[in-house]
């Protein structure tokens, strides 16, 4: 089946696509926030500009698209044409998560990766993110284990 966009048509969807501030990061970002925890956007001076970063806690969380990063969830179907194209594509986003991430890790990060299809589940997203951050609120130095605290409810 032939593409019925003309390319320019095509180039103005695909320029509506947002790297930063997607429905998944927002959402993920009012529950945090909801929950107590405070945290940076985007940092520059770190590799792969994370999407969430909680400084004191030694912590980076990126909210990724399950079809662009290529999670295994089913939502990261190969689209019908240029087929070529997209399998460089994606590759190449999967490499550079897989780079983003060690480099992170190697300056002593430690990176949690939130899948948009986990947000279907939020009770169970937040406690897992709870598990990891900690408990909310100043850390004088990294904090690890866990806390037992009451979820947000999360709009639709």
């Given at each position: 089946m032939a593409d019925i966009l003309?390319?320019?048509?095509?180039?103005?969807?695909m320029s509506r696509i947002?790297?930063?501030?997607?429905?998944?990061?927002?959402?993920v970002r009012r529950a945090l926030h909801a929950l107590g925890y405070r945290f940076r956007l985007h940092a520059r001076d770190l590799p792969g500009r994370p999407d969430l970063v909680?400084?004191?806690?030694?912590?980076?969380?990126?909210v990724h698209g399950c079809f662009w990063h290529r999670?295994?969830?089913g939502r990261a179907y190969m689209p019908k044409t240029r087929r070529e194209f997209w399998q460089r594509k994606f590759a190449s986003n999967v490499e550079r998560d897989r780079r983003t991430?060690?480099?992170?890790?190697?300056?002593?990060?430690?990176?949690?990766?939130?899948?948009?299809?986990?947000?279907?589940?939020?009770?169970?997203?937040?406690?897992?993110l709870v598990g990891k951050l900690g408990p909310a609120g100043r850390v004088s130095k990294p904090v690890r284990g866990g806390t037992k605290v009451t979820l947000p409810r999360l709009g639709s």
């Open positions: 003309t390319p320019q048509e095509r180039s103005a969807l947002r790297g930063i501030n997607t429905n998944p990061e927002l959402i909680l400084r004191s806690r030694g912590m980076v969380i990126f999670h295994d969830c991430r060690e480099e992170l890790e190697a300056g002593g990060w430690e990176v949690i990766v939130v899948w948009e299809c986990q947000l279907a589940k939020p009770s169970a997203l937040l406690a897992r």
